[in-house]
């Protein structure tokens, strides 16, 4: 998302952050994986890894799951008038059905980490154009 909202010029305008529902790998890089499938497409994974935390729901306008797991845990944590910020990723690609996960790729072989790749770009396309359409930028 941050690759695309940087070469749309909206990165004044838009804020990307990535959190998870837990703590497990706080502090960390993206997997070796990742960054190595994202680079082959002119994409740098920069940031280290971070729980998503109470004041996310204020300082955010959209939460957006990756799948339905996190999306239930985000469910749990939102006060009641921030729900509607939740929303699954893939809800966003029209090539999509709307309660789809993307699969979590670390315990995979072959090509796990370019599919999901491709299911982020087409979500992320989908979910700036919402963006862009909604907040008229």
């Known amino acids: 998302m941050r ?14 952050d990535s959190a998870g529902t837990a703590a497990y790998h ?23 890894s971070r729980r998503f935390e109470r004041s996310d729901w204020d300082r955010f306008d959209y939460v957006i799951a990756m799948d339905r797991d996190n999306y239930q845990d985000l469910a749990r944590l939102a006060p009641p008038a921030a729900r509607s910020k939740l929303s699954l990723l893939l809800r966003f690609d029209p090539e999509s059905k709307g309660d789809a996960s993307v699969p979590d790729p670390y315990y995979g072989e072959g090509d796990g980490f370019e599919r999901v790749l491709d299911l982020c770009d087409a979500g992320c396309r989908g979910l700036l154009e919402h963006i862009r359409r909604e907040h008229g930028i």
């Open 3 to 16: 690759h695309l909202v940087e070469r749309r010029g909206l990165s004044a305008k838009i804020e990307v």
């Open 26 to 48: 706080a502090g960390e890089r993206p997997d070796a994986r990742s960054r190595s499938a994202a680079r082959a497409r002119g994409i740098e994974l920069r940031g280290r």
